[in-house]
């Protein structure tokens, strides 16, 4: 198969070891970043199978519909950036792997780095102490602080227990059955989302982007936050309510925010406004990016498309699409 693989910023996949499951395919790596229709739809010309870092790239139909020989579109974990309907109109099937038992300790590893990082003030001590300045303020100890967790999924138990082992107060406010869970496993719940904005020292998100998720965290509730509160999200952006993170920090509740993820990716403006706030800590989409994260996540992508290659698709999110090819994998209904 002509496979493509975009985004590969640093050329990382084909030093890993599961890229050897794809000998023997026709491999094409792209190391930038394009966004274009028409230079996509250039480039993924006579692509058959399209593998995704995660949500790197929009895949919509205005491209979809100008790659007549894609059959197959292999990627990890939740797919907003992928116009299912589209792809199942046009017999294009996404295998996503949704890696259910698996946490992903590198996001959670992050997420505590950011947490040490803001309150501590390392990134903003360090930058002093490069311009020639000694100590630049005070920062705060977790040991005995209340850290919340919106969320209570597997990133969120693993960052529930760092918390634990630094001597916090760990509080969780989810769903019920995620709320059951975790107090099963020795935590506290809230008992409601004011009580839980109002407690927080710290923060923090850990919550699939969904229709339901899309804006749940509010202006209201970071008016809620403590002013020496910080909020911590390694999830996704759009949790939180256009705009709202800027505004609530500029009025000064929550006091710090450390992020991962920003309503637009990739961020090239340095006059981002929330780059542009004192009390910001934030990293480019990091959260999942090592050597070892990426070995779990690829391994899942390319035997996606082995199986495809053998007539099994697996992790199929639109088995509809199964319907618009023909034995041979060509598709029935190329053009709209």
Same mark, same amino acid.
């Given at each position: 198969? $002509? =496979? ?17 499951? #794809? ?7 792209? +190391?930038?970043? #394009?966004? +274009? ?16 870092? %995660? ?10 519909? %100008?790659?007549?020989?894609? !059959? ?7 797919? &907003? ?7 199942? !109109?046009? *017999? ?20 505590? *780095? ?28 977790? !040991? ?16 529930? *227990? ?83 993170? @800027? ?5 000064? %509740? ?18 981002? &406004? ?14 999942? @990016? ?14 996606? =498309? ?5 007539? +099994? ?18 598709? $029935? +209904?190329?053009?709209?």
């Amino acid at each position: 198969m $002509r =496979i493509a693989i975009l985004d590969d910023y640093f050329d990382t996949l084909r030093t890993l070891p599961c890229f050897t499951k #794809l000998a023997g395919h026709d491999v094409t790596i792209w +190391n930038d970043h #394009l966004q +274009n229709v028409d230079a996509l739809a250039r480039r993924l010309s006579d692509t058959e199978a399209l593998v995704l870092i %995660r949500e790197r790239t929009q895949i919509r139909p205005a491209l979809l519909e %100008r790659l007549p020989n894609l !059959r197959l579109i292999s990627q990890r974990s939740v797919y &907003p950036h992928i116009d299912i309907d589209a792809c199942t !109109r046009l *017999g294009i099937i996404v295998s996503s792997s949704q890696h259910a038992d698996t946490p992903s300790y590198a996001a959670a590893e992050l997420t505590w *780095g950011l947490v040490l990082a803001a309150m501590r003030q390392i990134p903003q001590q360090m930058a002093a102490l490069k311009s020639g300045h000694w100590q630049i303020g005070v920062g705060h100890t977790l !040991r005995g602080k209340t850290l919340g967790i919106y969320g209570y999924g597997r990133i969120g138990a693993v960052v529930a *227990g760092y918390g634990k082992a630094f001597g916090m107060k760990v509080l969780v406010w989810a769903r019920e059955p995620a709320l059951a869970k975790a107090r099963a496993d020795g935590f506290a719940t809230a008992a409601s989302k004011q009580e839980f904005f109002e407690a927080c020292d710290v923060l923090s998100l850990h919550m699939r982007l969904v229709d339901a998720t899309r804006g749940i965290v509010t202006a209201a509730d970071f008016a809620r936050m403590k002013p020496t509160a910080l909020l911590v999200n390694t999830s996704r952006a759009p949790l939180i309510a256009p705009g709202a993170l @800027v505004e609530a920090l500029r009025k000064g %509740r929550p006091g710090m925010a450390a992020v991962d993820v920003f309503e637009k990716e990739p961020v090239r403006d340095v006059n981002d &406004p929330l780059l542009a706030i004192d009390s910001v800590v934030a990293t480019p989409h990091i959260g999942y @990016v090592t050597h070892d994260e990426y070995e779990l996540q690829f391994t899942d992508i390319f035997d996606q =498309i082995l199986d495809y290659a053998a007539g +099994n698709p697996s992790n199929v999110v639109n088995p509809e699409a199964l319907k618009h090819r023909s034995p041979d994998g060509a598709k $029935r +209904n190329p053009g709209v």
